[in-house]
């Protein structure tokens, strides 16, 4: 299969924002629907930085609890899905930066999530098995 060459728009430096960034800055990164957002996961800091398409800091989201960040997808509707793999859940952010927590399972560690929406169904890829969870969404 050949992949089409990619035509850089906007090259993105990261700016210090509020919540700094240091070391390993970006982890995973996905692009809102619209392409005007860009949402960056920062896996040693625990941290979510949404930047604007040219490179402006907009939010950053924080939160211990949730441990080390990993996979990262927005859905159409523009939710962004972020996978916590240590604290074994899905962190699902709306456009207005709210986070809440989608699910919970002890047992599971998300690395990777996407959002199908003919299925309307989560396909979960996981770390350490080779294990794929199929979450059906209500």
Aim: aromatic share 6%; hydrophobic share 40%.
């Amino acid at each position: 299969m050949i992949i089409p060459a990619v035509t850089v728009i906007v090259t993105l430096t990261l700016v210090r924002c509020k919540c700094e960034m240091k070391f390993s800055s970006v982890y995973k990164c996905a692009v809102s629907p619209t392409g005007d957002k860009l949402y960056i996961t920062n896996h040693w800091q625990h941290k979510l930085v949404t930047l604007a398409r040219d490179g402006t800091p907009l939010e950053c989201l924080v939160d211990r609890q949730f441990g080390q960040l990993d996979g990262i997808h927005v859905t159409p509707a523009g939710q962004v899905l972020v996978c916590a793999d240590w604290a074994h859940l899905i962190i699902q952010v709306d456009s207005d930066g709210k986070k809440t927590l989608m699910t919970e399972k002890r047992g599971w560690s998300p690395e990777s999530a996407c959002y199908h929406s003919e299925t309307t169904s989560i396909i979960v890829g996981q770390w350490n098995n080779n294990n794929i969870l199929v979450l059906k969404v209500q």
